[in-house]
């Protein structure tokens, strides 16, 4: 190997002669070396960061560097097409957890799981150890508040019980029921009848978010919006609201004090999240304000027939004895809009997006409607086989495999893909994994349907037979199939969100074909729930009634 020392001193020695020709020559030589030298420190360098990188990719899934630890790899995983896939292909080469490690200069350490065991752990036997956590609601707060989703022991307890009963009701149940009848037979299916004549293709899942709104807002508030109407008017609270989700949702991968700068300096998506939030707020006390002048005009016996939430809640008294104030009204509607709007709405549209590719499927959702219509006395004489045809209750709960379709889409696509939670007391998972205090723990529900160590080889295929036993729809473990959360933070609507699906799902298949415009992309978008970033353009076709008659042969 070349001595760079011994040739550049005596390059340098050489060039102190007298003789120009010499002195030329030696500082060519003396230049060429020192730039050798610059190389092989760059060459060095250079080795060092991919051997660097390589070891630590070896042992933490992704390479650590001093300082700013993942945070480069982060930023090239959160800036990929489908950022939860990136997440995903690491936790499948890690078996299943694996820890994060953020900048020494800021919050973004965490432990990432999929791992049921973990889950379980978690989400139930462990529960008082992992609430949400000041950094969750820390973050969260400007748009969701004190509402249900960030809170934690008694705030949450109080909420949680409250609304656990009104949905627990015979009112409610009334009120659900009612309303989908009303939502999908007066408008969303003349939406769908409308946009048949008309030459540019809709927005499947704006409309179905349209719908979704207007139905939380009918059951927990005893609002109608009226969102979902044809000729699909502009609302500036959705995209609105849309926007402060997906901005709340940046600020989970940006150090906190650089999001609590621009907050301070309103600047950047924290202003326009201020603005976001600024237009949900005036929407929600506007609905508040509505309510209780309504209430105020209303006798005793009324009020107490009202059977929607918010009323309820107005009808609390705080610790105090006070009633609550409309700040926390406020925070109760926009948690119950989220839960409410962006959930079941996304399920649907990702739904329907699978059911296209899988005709097999729909086959068999026909198959079964016209089976359980078929019991009807009116249709075995051959009547009411044509569409729009009103489900009753009961022959929407008997759609077992309408019902497995949709749990499958959920698995694949479920609505809160990533859910959070912090470390109280020291504390080890099943799996081994060491958590210390304080750390933040993430649960990636859309990577748990896609681990072949839970679902299988064939865990990516759309497959609603595994929810089946003797042809009934069987429900897995909720630590396995987490779309709707477990342990006593078990999501609130999951009944209700089934019934809402099933009958939106079902009257659409059995009166028309939706059929996504070639080529449209379908992505997932980074917020809190599992929007379709560019939305879903379909042309919507009418079932043809022979075909219709084809199922009822079939049965
Ligand atoms: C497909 C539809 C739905 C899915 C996949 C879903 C999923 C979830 C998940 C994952 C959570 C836990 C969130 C967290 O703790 O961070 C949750 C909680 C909750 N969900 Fe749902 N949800 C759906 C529909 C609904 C609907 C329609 C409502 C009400 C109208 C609702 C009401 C709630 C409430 C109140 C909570 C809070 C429970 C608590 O923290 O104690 N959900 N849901």
């Not at 080469?93 to 065991?117: E, H, K, M």
């Not at 409308?194 to 899942?205: E, G, R, T, V, Y």
Request: glycine share 6%.
């Amino acid at each position: 190997m070349i001595n760079l020392s011994n040739l550049i001193s005596s390059a340098s020695a050489s060039a102190s002669s007298n003789d120009p020709a010499t002195v030329n020559f030696m500082s060519r030589r003396l230049f060429f070396l020192q730039h050798i030298r610059f190389l092989e420190l760059f060459v060095a360098v250079a080795a060092f960061v991919v051997i660097h990188s390589v070891r630590q990719k070896k042992n933490h899934g992704l390479p650590v560097w001093p300082v700013i630890g993942m945070l480069p790899s982060l930023l090239v995983g959160l800036s990929t097409h489908n950022a939860y896939e990136w997440l995903t292909e690491i936790l499948s080469r890690q078996n299943g957890t694996y820890t994060f490690i953020g900048p020494s200069f800021s919050s973004l350490n965490a432990v990432v799981t999929t791992d049921p065991r973990n889950l379980e752990h978690l989400l139930k036997s462990r529960f008082p150890n992992f609430p949400k956590g000041p950094f969750f609601r820390d973050t969260v707060g400007d748009l969701l508040g004190d509402g249900i989703f960030g809170a934690d022991d008694e705030i949450w307890q109080r909420q949680r019980k409250t609304a656990s009963i009104e949905f627990h009701s015979a009112k409610f149940r009334q009120l659900t029921v009612e309303s989908l009848l009303e939502l999908v037979h007066s408008r969303l299916l003349p939406v769908l009848e409308n946009s048949i004549d008309q030459p540019l293709p809709i927005d499947f899942q704006d409309v179905l978010l349209r719908l979704t709104f207007d139905n939380v807002c009918m059951i927990a508030f005893g609002v109608d919006p009226g969102c979902l109407r044809p000729g699909l008017p502009e609302i500036p609270f959705a995209q609105a609201f849309e926007y402060a989700t997906e901005a709340t949702l940046q600020r989970f991968v940006t150090p906190t004090s650089l999001w609590k700068i621009m907050r301070y300096l309103n600047i950047g998506k924290e202003k326009k999240l201020k603005m976001s939030i600024k237009a949900v707020d005036e929407f929600a006390e506007n609905v508040i304000r509505k309510r209780r002048k309504e209430l105020s005009m209303q006798s005793e016996d009324k009020k107490l027939q009202r059977s929607d939430l918010l009323s309820v809640f107005m009808g609390l008294k705080d610790e105090q004895g006070q009633p609550f104030s409309d700040k926390f009204l406020r925070d109760i509607c926009v948690n119950f809009i989220l839960a409410g709007r962006d959930t079941s709405s996304v399920a649907l549209s990702w739904f329907f997006w699978e059911l296209e590719k899988y005709p097999e499927v729909e086959e068999r959702i026909l198959a079964e409607m016209c089976r359980i219509v078929g019991e009807r006395e009116e249709v075995k004489r051959g009547e009411c086989r044509k569409s729009p045809l009103i489900f009753r209750p009961e022959e929407i709960k008997n759609m077992e495999y309408l019902q497995a379709a949709l749990s499958e889409a959920l698995r694949l696509y479920p609505s809160v893909p990533v859910d959070h939670k912090e470390v109280v007391e020291d504390d080890i998972f099943p799996d081994g994994t060491v958590l210390k205090r304080g750390t933040k723990v993430l649960y990636s529900i859309y990577s748990m349907g896609r681990m072949e160590n839970i679902w299988g080889k064939d865990c990516r295929k759309f497959k609603p037979e595994r929810w089946l036993r003797d042809g009934r729809f069987m429900s897995e473990s909720a630590y396995k199939f987490t779309a709707f959360n477990g342990g006593p933070r078990l999501c609130l609507g999951k009944d209700f969100a089934y019934y809402q699906m099933k009958y939106v799902a079902a009257s659409i298949i059995y009166g028309y074909r939706v059929k996504t415009v070639k080529n449209h992309p379908v992505e997932p978008k980074l917020a809190l729930t599992m929007y379709m970033r560019h939305g879903l353009k379909v042309n919507i076709y009418r079932r043809d009634d022979s075909e219709l008659q084809r199922y009822f042969k079939i049965e």
